[in-house]
């Protein structure tokens, strides 16, 4: 809490916050992996029918792998908020707990979209919901970021930390842009809006690009090279 004098517990009640968080991060990709059953097996089955029937649960392995990379990008970038955290109130705890829902809503958004997703049947609610669910984690973890900035640093935010914020802008918008997608074309074309999704890691990367070169000139003019 934002007080002049630190309370003696602060520390220890701000880990707190991120051991909980840690907890429900784990307990959601377990989840997931608890809805995947194995396949039916029958006496007589071959190797043949053995790889068939596996191969039938391709999808939610797939949605697994796809839940997986969301829900571990989600948890490293609010590892890193937290690294720079050293204060908090009750509209962090909130806020929190906010983005810890859209967490616990992975296995069953993943489970209603890839379950049918190889059988002709996938809708546009389906989609709409997966897409929702990362989006809305991702726009909460840019609000947190924004948040820190005013509020939960003891010190002004280095330039790390502009950057990640930066970088989980350009999430929320590649979010934005694919279910845009989604809700405006036919679903037949709802697989295309996925390309918008890689749209975040190119803008961040070429964000990052910028800044090295505009760092590269300031130290060029601070420090122009000698000459013989």
């Not at 790889?51 to 571990?72: C, D, M, N, Q």
């Not at 590892?79 to 705890?93: E, G, M, P, S, V």
């Not at 989980?168 to 999704?197: D, E, K, N, R, T």
Request: glycine share 4%.
């Amino acid at each position: 809490m934002q007080q002049q004098n630190k309370h003696p517990k602060q520390d220890f009640l701000v880990e707190r916050i991120t051991f909980f968080s840690d907890a429900v991060f784990a307990i959601a990709i377990t989840l997931m992996i608890i809805d995947v059953h194995p396949p039916v097996l029958q006496r007589g089955d071959g190797p043949t029918i053995v790889w068939r029937k596996l191969g039938e649960k391709l999808p939610e392995f797939l949605g697994l792998a796809v839940s997986f990379l969301l829900i571990g990008t989600a948890w490293m970038r609010h590892h890193q908020l937290f690294a720079y955290i050293t204060k908090y109130d009750t509209k962090l705890l909130v806020v929190n707990l906010c983005l810890l829902f859209t967490i616990i809503l992975f296995p069953f958004s993943t489970s209603f979209l890839f379950n049918s997703l190889f059988d002709n049947i996938t809708t546009k609610p389906q989609v709409f919901f997966y897409l929702a669910v990362p989006l809305f984690s991702n726009l909460i973890l840019f609000l947190m970021y924004r948040l820190a900035v005013k509020k939960y640093l003891d010190h002004p935010a280095d330039q790390a930390f502009h950057r990640a914020i930066y970088e989980q802008g350009f999430l929320v918008l590649s979010f934005v842009l694919a279910l845009g997608w989604v809700l405006i074309l036919p679903i037949a074309y709802h697989p295309f809006g996925y390309i918008f999704l890689g749209l975040g890691p190119i803008l961040s990367l070429l964000y990052g690009k910028s800044r090295k070169v505009k760092r590269r000139n300031i130290n060029t003019e601070v420090n122009p090279p000698s000459q013989n």
